[in-house]
């Protein structure tokens, strides 16, 4: 028997609570991972509290990440004893998750621990900090240089916009980074950005083109934020595009596109293929000092994680949540 978040649901509607389960009730996969580290992101808590439709699939584990060692494995990639991390490929959604003490999933969805990091410091990176070292990527790939300007990254206190401030001040580029959160301006300086602003001058409703401030941004919110951000970015910069926290809408117009060339980048982290995901984590070895992690993330028990996630739906979480499935 093995510790788990279960989201279950009847006539009644959505149910929430730690269940006992037996590894009977696993679901299939050729990979069986003693999880020892999951984490709380912003779908885990919409799954959790039934405020968004995330769960496709009941009952269901939630938890898009986990860090854990193989015990039993028919894929070729891996064998028992082997440390692996796992982000993403509908986990939490169509296929049990990373909040329980026991996971069996696909072997093609795992990737090796990379040595920097131990399992909790991989935990508090998370699908965050490897959707942030994504948008980095894609910037840097894209051709965006420290010396053509400032980099924006909105919802900066968040665990992607954390992680992408301390990676992008580690690549050499000047960072601006855009909260809600005055308060929490000097752990965003502490990461690195040299600039805070306030969110409230991206939220609203903006005009289509606007002064160029930015070579290049990240993106974590979407809506007002997103089309203000696009309408700031300079001649032939790039935006990237990876989360929808104010909303899912894009109220722009094609203007800095065609008059500024513009460009928009869209980042999946889900079903991104083996080769983005180490190139990502590759990023993340070589750039993060693991020290910062100790600044950006929070660790809690399994049993906690339900309270939690009301907590980061309603805007009262830092950087990372970690949780210990084992305590």
Request: charge should be negative; include cysteine; aromatic fraction near 6%.
């Amino acid at each position: 028997m093995s510790s788990a978040i279960l989201i279950e649901k009847g006539e009644s509607g959505q149910s929430v609570s730690v269940a006992s389960l037996d590894e009977s009730a696993l679901p299939e996969g050729d990979v069986t991972v003693d999880v020892e580290y999951s984490t709380l992101n912003y779908k885990d808590a919409l799954a959790i509290t039934g405020r968004g439709p995330v769960v496709r699939r009941f009952p269901m584990v939630p938890g898009i990440d986990l860090v854990g060692v193989v015990t039993e494995s028919t894929h070729s990639d891996w064998k028992q004893g082997d440390r692996v991390v796992l982000n993403g490929w509908g986990v939490g959604e169509t296929h049990w998750g990373g909040l329980a003490q026991r996971a069996r999933l696909k072997g093609d969805w795992l990737v090796p621990l990379p040595s920097a990091f131990t399992p909790s410091q991989a935990a508090a990176i998370g699908t965050a900090g490897y959707t942030a070292a994504l948008s980095v990527d894609a910037l840097v790939n894209f051709g965006v240089r420290p010396d053509q300007g400032e980099i924006l990254v909105t919802g900066a206190t968040g665990g992607v916009g954390s992680v992408a401030v301390a990676l992008l001040t580690k690549a050499g580029f000047t960072v601006a980074a855009s909260t809600g959160k005055a308060s929490e301006a000097d752990y965003l300086k502490e990461l690195g950005a040299s600039t805070v602003i306030d969110r409230a001058e991206l939220s609203g409703s903006g005009k289509p083109l606007q002064k160029e401030r930015w070579a290049g941004v990240i993106d974590s919110v979407g809506s007002h934020t997103l089309a203000n951000a696009t309408a700031q970015t300079r001649y032939r910069g790039a935006v990237t595009a990876c989360g929808l926290a104010q909303g899912m809408d894009f109220p722009a117009s094609v203007a800095p596109f065609i008059l500024r060339g513009v460009s928009l980048l869209g980042i999946d982290s889900v079903q991104a293929p083996s080769a983005p995901r180490l190139a990502a984590w590759a990023r993340l070895a070589a750039d993060l000092d693991p020290q910062v992690l100790g600044l950006i993330a929070e660790e809690i028990a399994l049993g906690e994680a339900i309270e939690a996630a009301g907590r980061l739906l309603d805007g009262k979480v830092r950087g990372r949540i970690v949780v210990d499935v084992n305590r």
